[in-house]
């Protein structure tokens, strides 16, 4: 099964509510990343987080980090239409020497105008 | 910089027909990475590279997929023969070994095998 996991695997809210996206994960991690991705194109880069961190800010972005649970969060604060995507986090595993990331299922985000 | 470049954007092809995927990574870039999405599956890391060389194809599906990275600016995926299973969007990727882990997504191939 994957490492990470979102939940829920959709949200639907109103412009101006803030957006809460959960991940859980299986082994232990360098980082951890969080993508979005709008609807027919690529995945972009939104937050990494470090194992040794337990929160990090990013304008409207909030993520925090619980090692001990193996989970992460992301809030998305006063969202917009334009936040209306799927994102997805993404575990960095340390393997062969080399960094490689593995990605959830994703959270699809709907947000009315 | 114009980012990471796919091509073809869509591609319609009949199974039993060889596909060949291209990708051009950002320059400079030290990491290159074919990912495959599906609904039912999700994005798949298939194969990556560093500096050319394949490190982990663990993840190809089976010996019908194929990649090769004859140089720092240009990698190709290939299906040969394809199938109806293989229907997907096909994703590049690239970062730099300064830069973590920040992979920098390519618009994506969207493959039908009919």
């Known amino acids: 099964s994957q490492q990470g996991e979102e939940d829920p695997q959709a949200l639907s809210i109103q412009e101006g509510e803030n957006a809460t996206m959960n991940c859980s994960y299986k082994?232990?991690?360098?980082?951890l990343q969080w993508y979005r991705q709008n609807s027919g194109r690529g995945l972009v880069h939104l937050i990494l987080?470090?194992?040794?961190?337990r929160e990090k800010h990013s304008g409207r972005l909030r993520v925090t980090l619980d090692t001990s649970k193996k989970s992460s969060s992301l809030l998305i604060t006063a969202s917009r239409a334009a936040d209306t995507a799927s994102y997805f986090c993404?575990?960095?595993?340390?393997?062969?020497?080399?960094?490689?990331?593995?990605f959830g299922a994703g959270t699809r985000l709907a947000v009315h105008p | 910089d114009a980012g990471v470049i796919q091509s073809p954007r869509h591609e319609v092809t009949e199974m039993g027909q060889e596909v060949t995927l291209r990708c051009k990574p950002i320059?400079?870039?030290?990491?290159l990475f074919w990912y495959r999405q599906t609904m039912m599956r999700g994005l798949e890391l298939l194969i990556y590279?560093?500096?050319?060389?394949?490190?982990?194809d663990s993840g190809m599906p089976e010996d019908r997929f194929s990649a090769k990275m004859p140089n720092a600016s240009f990698s190709t995926l290939k299906i040969q023969p394809s199938e109806p299973r293989d229907s997907a969007v096909y994703f590049c990727?690239?970062?730099?070994?300064?830069?973590?882990?920040?992979?920098?997504f390519g618009p994506g191939t969207r493959l039908t095998v009919l």
């Open positions: 987080i470090r194992s040794n961190e």
């Open positions: 082994t232990s991690i360098n980082n």
């Open positions: 320059s400079g870039h030290d990491y």
């Open positions: 590279f560093n500096n050319n060389v394949p490190i982990d």
């Open positions: 993404a575990t960095a595993l340390f393997s062969g020497g080399y960094n490689k990331l593995i």
């Open positions: 990727a690239s970062r730099a070994i300064q830069k973590d882990n920040e992979q920098f």
